[in-house]
């Protein structure tokens, strides 16, 4: 017996085998669901890497900038940016309101940092995805969450981490406009008001636009989107106008740099991104395959999007370190930090393709989570490091000291802070950091608080000046940084005894009473 299908039973059937044979579909791609969730996930393993620990370790000068900074009602915050740390304003503001919200524990104040890692993380498996594919977005963006330069700033009071998201989101939907060729007005207009804004978040995120300048050339975008471009860049020059003339204005604040000998080899190699040599020659091994790989093995399949990461990789530590050179002082280890999106994706760049001389897929899987697994072992002794008690600034021990003070100290007596280091080691940032530790004690030394003046610090006057003033009590504290004990021998001149010294990490407590007759 036979059967006669219609046409149209006919067209149908070879579909419906297929559909019923799984061999048929050997290369199907992922759902949908698994590529929208990749980078979420991502970014949230990053930041949880990063927020851990993030309550630990004190404050150090550079946070009680941002900490008191924030602290200030907003007319006496924007004195202060009229005179110094214009460039860190935007931070500044939205600290202001995160503490007021949230309170200024170091834990608290940490967080938005490591979710700022974490929203780069995210924007790293985007741009990867965008410019490879996503299994290298991933890659990348795993890689970025352990780089020590990544956890670092995940607990640290300043606005890096927010400049690195800014930087690698910005660059992934640079990519995606140049990609589609974009020509409307108003979104390239669009993007050079958030290009601005991010100039706002962190200056030298400018440089970003030597990347996106070679990354058109490399694809050799179309003369309509280069033009749009170019507007998006004025506008930006245009809006940026005012935080640049102030960052120029008030240059005379990053001047220090000359007398810090941060310009070194060991520095730019090692420091600025993977600071132990042992991570950076794990590092720089992945780096060189994946420059060996970007000017041979992949020049015609991915020139473009390798002479992009390249350019964000290189362009802007050799720049800084040009007008450090020639122009004035100007490169810090922490400030070409918004390029680790472009280092984590050379590094996985390199595992990648390190891993593809395997010819089994297996055993490449094997050797790409082999790789990361070796990453994140030597990466795990510098991130414990970096969240221990003492780990900020080689030491500092803001809270411990304001803690052993109110474990000991009573109200009414008086407390004197040692000067002579530079302003943000000295200890008495302890007591504008955790005033409530200090409470009922007499700042013997304070002429004006910071809240009233157009400066970082309070203005305090030398101990030979407050004699008076010291005589008032029967028990001085002194806290010393070091070995100094020169505030302690002024006490003592004073008709004092020292009746014991209490160390706490770099800084000593001394507790002084009234010498009886």
Known sequence: ???????????????????????????????????????????????????????????????????????????????????????????????????????????????????????????????????????LGVLAGLVFAILPEVTRMGVEARSYAF?????????????????????????????????????????????????????????????????????????????????????????????????????????????QWFATPVFACFAWAFIVVALVAGFWSDRRRHFSSFALVLTWFAAPTLLILAGNAWVSPMYNL???????????????????????????????????????????AVAAPQYAAQRGPYAKDGGADLRQTAEVVAAHATSGDGIVFDPSVKPSRRPRLSIDLYPERFAGLADLALVKPYGGRTSLWDRVAPVDAIANAIRQHDTVWVVESGADRTEVDAVRSLGYVVRRALPVHRTTVYELTREQP
């Open 334 to 376: 922490r400030y070409p930090s918004f390029c680790a999106p472009a280092v984590a994706l050379l590094i996985a760049l390199g595992i990648d393709r390190a891993a593809s001389v395997a010819r089994d897929g297996r055993w490449r899987t094997v050797g790409r989570i082999a790789a990361t697994v070796v990453l994140v």
């Open 163 to 271: 400049a690195m998201a800014a930087a690698v989101w910005l660059t992934a939907w640079f990519v995606a406009l140049v990609r589609r060729g974009e020509t409307r007005r108003r979104i390239w207009l669009l993007f050079g008001v958030a290009a601005a804004g991010a100039v706002y978040v962190f200056l030298y995120l400018a440089l970003l636009l030597v990347a996106q300048l070679v990354f058109l050339l490399a694809c050799r975008a179309d003369r309509a989107v280069v033009r749009r471009w170019l507007e998006a860049v004025t506008l930006a020059a245009l809006l940026a106008a005012p935080i640049v003339a102030a960052a120029l204005d008030q240059r005379a604040q990053i001047r220090f740099l000359a007398e810090r000998d941060y310009a070194t080899p060991a520095s730019v190699l090692v420091g």
């Open 1 to 135: 017996m036979t059967s006669t299908l219609s046409p149209a039973q006919a067209a149908a059937a070879p579909s419906a085998a297929a559909s019923a044979d799984p061999a048929a579909h050997p290369t199907a791609p992922p759902a949908p669901n698994r590529r929208r969730l990749a980078a979420p996930a991502v970014g949230l393993l990053a930041g949880l890497i990063a927020v851990a620990g993030a309550g630990i370790p004190s404050y150090w000068g550079d946070e009680a900038a941002s900490v008191l900074s924030a602290s200030r009602s907003l007319p006496s915050l924007f004195a202060l940016l009229g005179h110094i740390d214009a460039v860190h304003g935007t931070y500044y503001l939205f600290l202001h309101v995160w503490t007021g919200l949230f309170g200024t524990s170091e834990a608290v104040v940490r967080l938005p940092s490591a979710m700022a890692v974490g929203m780069a993380a995210a924007g790293t498996v985007v741009l990867g995805g965008r410019l490879y594919d996503r299994r």
